[in-house]
């Protein structure tokens, strides 16, 4: 795969040292330059508002608002009251599932703190990152991290139960082309082989898929190669 160099993109900020910085800046708050963007104490929090959903210790689930988040916690608008110390299981669209416990209650909401492995902690930095600068990388990745989907035919399954097969355009981090007679409404819920979507576009050969969660870009390329 051909990375253009920052020749080519004067516009842009070079991917790799955007990354590492903010590898850097999220992982360990001593680096030094750049100013850490991340914290929860120790890691810089960022505004971010993301819609998503929470489950209780009583397994009851309840819509929420994302207000702010760290690799560390996040600040949660919710409906309904919760307890301190209380499990929580939050899921936000782009960012997929996070657990932790409540550690502050304040009006419309609460704040927890995420128990995460170190792996899930990387992840989730490298996701952040690419939500705050989504809309400089997003031309940088269509252009140059799409690759294409060998063709390969997967099976699809709508959250209304319905499946179809389809073949695979071509993937990015972010999202895919699928080639299929079928046009599932906008917003529509999917499974593509194991990646969670929902239909944003239609097109002349088929429908364009976000994925629910940024993947990765290597374990993306064995999946659909």
């Known amino acids: 795969m051909h990375i253009a160099g920052p020749q080519s993109l004067p516009d842009y900020p070079n991917r790799a040292t955007l990354m590492t910085n903010a590898y850097r800046a999220a992982m360990d708050p001593a680096a030094g330059e750049p100013q850490p963007i991340f914290d929860q104490r120790r890691h810089k929090r960022v505004h971010l508002t993301l819609l998503g959903r929470f489950m209780r210790a009583n397994r009851h689930e309840y819509p929420c608002k994302l207000n702010d988040i760290s690799v560390g916690g996040a600040a949660i608008s919710a409906p309904v009251a919760v307890e301190e110390g209380e499990r929580i299981i939050v899921y936000f669209d782009y960012i997929g599932g996070l657990e932790g416990s409540v550690v502050r209650l304040f009006d419309g909401g609460f704040a927890m703190q995420f128990k995460i492995t170190a792996h899930k902690r990387e992840k989730l930095a490298a996701q952040l990152t690419w939500l705050i600068n989504r809309d400089t990388l997003s031309g940088v990745e269509r252009r140059h991290e799409r690759f294409p989907g060998a063709e390969r035919t997967k099976t699809v ?47 002349d050969h088929g429908i364009g898929v976000q994925f629910i969660d940024i993947q990765e870009p290597e374990a993306l390329r064995r999946h659909f190669s």
């Open 157 to 203: 399954v709508l959250d209304s139960g319905e499946t179809f097969d389809c073949e695979v355009v071509d993937v990015s981090i972010s999202g895919a082309s699928l080639k299929t007679d079928k046009r599932p409404s906008f917003g529509s819920g999917l499974t593509l082989g194991r990646l969670r979507g929902r239909v944003v576009r239609h097109h």
